[in-house]
Nanobody
Framework: QFQLVESGGGLVQPGGSLTLSCTTS????????IGWFRQAPGTKRDNERE????????????YYRDRVKGRFTISRDNAKNMAYLEIKRAEEEDTGVYYC?????????????????WGLGTQVTVST
């Protein structure tokens, strides 16, 4: 078993930008599809984490939730063992704890139930 580590969260004004990063040690992330999930304020259960964006092992397949299309960009750098989620034109509805997770060797659906290894999350707050 292993744990992912997220970073890059913080407070951003509406319309601003933020880039989240995800990595782990001791395991090559290139074996896994990666997903970013948001836990909205007031929710606690793991199955309430919404799939924001997911990316295949070689970045040949990506998924974006409708609400974030055109604003979020998921990417990965397998050589650096890193995955990223760039947030642009942030909206207050983007507020939440963002988790990265592995989804096995490939993802069929970008849903929390398909994730196996998780990070502890990083808080993103969009507010004036």
């Amino acid at each position: 078993q292993f744990q992912l580590v997220e970073s890059g969260g913080g407070l951003v004004q509406p319309g601003g930008s933020l880039t989240l990063s995800c990595t782990t040690s001791g395991v090559s992330l290139d074996k896994y599809a990666i997903g970013w999930f948001r836990q909205a304020p007031g929710t606690k259960r793991d199955n309430e984490r919404e799939g924001v964006s997911c990316i295949g092992r070689s970045a040949d397949n990506t998924y974006y939730r409708d609400r974030v299309k055109g604003r979020f960009t998921i990417s990965r750098d397998n050589a650096k063992n890193m995955a990223y989620l760039e947030i642009k034109r942030a909206e207050e509805e983007d507020t939440g704890v963002y988790y990265c997770a592995t989804l096995g060797p490939m993802f069929v659906q970008c849903v929390s139930q398909a994730a196996d290894y998780w990070g502890l999350g990083t808080q993103v707050t969009v507010s004036t």
